[in-house]
């Protein structure tokens, strides 16, 4: 109860000091580390807490957006041509105030650029550093994205040190990248060979070819991209609760504290930064327009004609035009409006979308669920150390097993299936999710089937302990007689199994 009264308190204080038209840059920098850190606390919360909140969450994020759409149609155009000496206030000054740095006695730099990584996800990161490497110091401040921020226009400025209309040949890709960050530090003084940039760092097993390059002794300056977290958000069915979950599990790999201690034992000064942030968004529906958009984000489309763009807000009512200053004078930007997006609404639900796709591509995955549900099916409940103690016996006793467990134990109970509660040891299930339209079902007993590897009776597909989080409400026996990939065969007098359909790799064990 504690932690949901100082969420609530934290919602408050902050509706209540929000930036006004006339407040400076810096109160909305500070904003968005106050408004960080409760969103990482609201996502950490068990599903039923959460809830508690949802409403609070929710007025705040719409108020803040609204005050903040209004103060950058005001000052967004003041931003770029501020100083840097105290820190940057928006992406393309990071390599001027880096220089700075190395001026002031910082001879080796390396900066990260984690692509598309919200504040609340920086609070979970840094939390975790702090617990692996308590004596590591950390100081934070907060600067703004360049819009419209896809990472062609954001994270090139953030690389090439200029405003995007000094890089209008090359705002729709991200290849240039290398030689921009190359020539900015060129026009510092340093050589080509002290220069460094790697992207599409994410795994453990890069880090050591990383290391090998930056140890090299001519390298004084790395730009570093770790696609990790955007990777995640684009692949999201969960929504920010699903992302933090699995940002949890990324760092529990080890990867980030492995990264910094490897630059810092090099003795490079590490600067970590994003191109852009992410929210949770709703789909309106995608534009319906005979002519394509110059850039297409999810969020924001880009015209290159007064024309199209005033053809697209009126076929669009929903919309935000914005004029940015700075863009190349032809670009023009038509934002999705409040917390929506340029995509269509998922038919199917997504805690099903999400359960079907991980039990049938992820064996380890699957056993785990499979075991909640039978140890859960009398009584609803279980210990979690059994669950382990039944993974160890399939699987081996090791860390690595017992981790791996906890972690998809820390997913299901995210996606709303179970909750976590006597710091864990226990594992209660929430009540089932009713799924009464085909598609779903279809879905769901399509992953079962792959999960098990065999044909299963159309008596024991409700009971499926794999499905536990499920009510399967169709009659299942006309559903499969109705379906495009899964089929009936008899098998003896009157037992009736369903498998996939011939040529989607089905049998009868």
């Given amino acids: 109860m504690r932690c949901v009264t100082w969420s609530l308190e934290g919602i408050k204080g902050i509706l209540q000091s929000l930036p006004t038209l006339e407040s ?18 609201f996502h950490s919360l068990d599903t039923v807490r959460a809830e508690g909140l949802k409403a609070a969450i929710a007025e705040l994020q719409a108020t803040t957006d609204e005050r903040l759409r209004q103060w950058v149609a005001l000052h967004y155009a003041d ?3 501020l100083p840097v000496a105290k820190g940057p206030v ?15 006695g910082e001879a080796k730099i390396a900066l990260l650029v984690f692509d598309g990584l919200a504040v609340d996800q920086w609070v979970q990161i840094r939390e975790a550093l702090v617990k692996r490497a308590p ?15 896809p990472t062609s226009v954001s994270r090139q400025a953030l690389f090439s040190g200029l405003k995007p209309r000094e890089f209008a040949d090359t705002i729709e890709s991200t290849s240039p990248e290398p030689t921009q960050w190359s020539r900015f530090w060129q026009d510092q003084g340093l050589r080509a060979n002290e220069v460094m940039y790697r992207k599409g760092i994410k795994r453990t097993d890069q880090l050591a070819e990383l290391g090998a390059a930056i140890s090299a002794p001519s390298i004084r300056v790395a730009g570093i991209v770790v696609d990790t977290v955007d990777e995640i958000v684009h692949g999201a069915v969960l929504g920010k609760r699903g992302i933090a979950a699995q940002v949890e599990s990324w760092c529990e790999s080890g990867f980030v504290d492995q990264l910094f201690s490897l630059l810092l034992d090099e003795g490079f000064h590490v600067y970590l930064t994003a191109d852009h942030g992410n929210v949770e968004a709703v789909g ?40 940015v200053a700075g863009l190349p004078v032809n670009l023009i930007c038509l934002f999705a409006g409040g917390r929506t997006a340029f995509k269509a609404n998922p038919g199917v639900p997504i805690p099903a979308l999400s359960w079907g796709m991980a039990i049938a591509t992820y064996p380890f995955f699957g056993k785990v669920a499979e075991l909640m549900g039978r140890l859960s099916a009398l009584q609803g409940d279980c210990s979690s150390a059994e669950v382990h103690r039944r993974m160890s016996e399939i699987y081996g006793e090791r860390e ?99 498998g996939l359909q011939a040529g989607q790799n089905w049998r009868v064990s």
Avoid at 24 to 41: C, I
Avoid at 135 to 149: H, I
Avoid at 290 to 309: A, K
Wanted: aromatic share 8%.
């Fill in 135 to 149: 004596k590591l110091g950390v100081e934070e401040s907060a600067c703004f994205a360049w819009l419209p921020t």
């Fill in 24 to 41: 400076s840059y810096r109160d909305w920098a500070n904003l968005s580390r106050r408004f960080g850190e409760v969103l990482a606390r």
């Fill in 90 to 104: 928006m992406v393309h000054h990071v390599p001027r105030f880096l220089s700075l740095r190395r001026g002031a």
């Fill in 79 to 81: 931003l770029p041509s």
């Fill in 284 to 323: 309106q529906g995608r534009p319906n327009q005979g002519v394509t958009p110059e850039l297409r984000g999810e969020r924001v489309r880009t015209y290159r004609s007064e024309t199209l763009v005033s053809e697209s807000a009126a076929a669009n009512p929903n919309t935000c035009r914005l004029d």
């Fill in 400 to 498: 690595g097993i017992y981790r791996m467990t906890n972690m998809v134990l820390q997913s299901q109970a995210s996606w709303g299936a179970m909750e976590r509660v006597e710091k864990g040891k226990r594992l209660i299930r929430r009540p089932p999710i009713a799924l009464t339209d085909t598609e779903p079902v279809v879905w769901l007993v399509e992953a079962a089937l792959r999960y098990a590897g065999k044909a299963v009776s159309v008596a024991s597909l409700r009971s499926m302990a794999v499905l536990y989080p499920f009510v399967l409400v169709q009659p299942l026996a006309y559903v499969v007689a109705n379906s495009r990939t899964l089929e009936l065969r008899a098998e003896g007098s009157s037992d009736r199994l369903v």
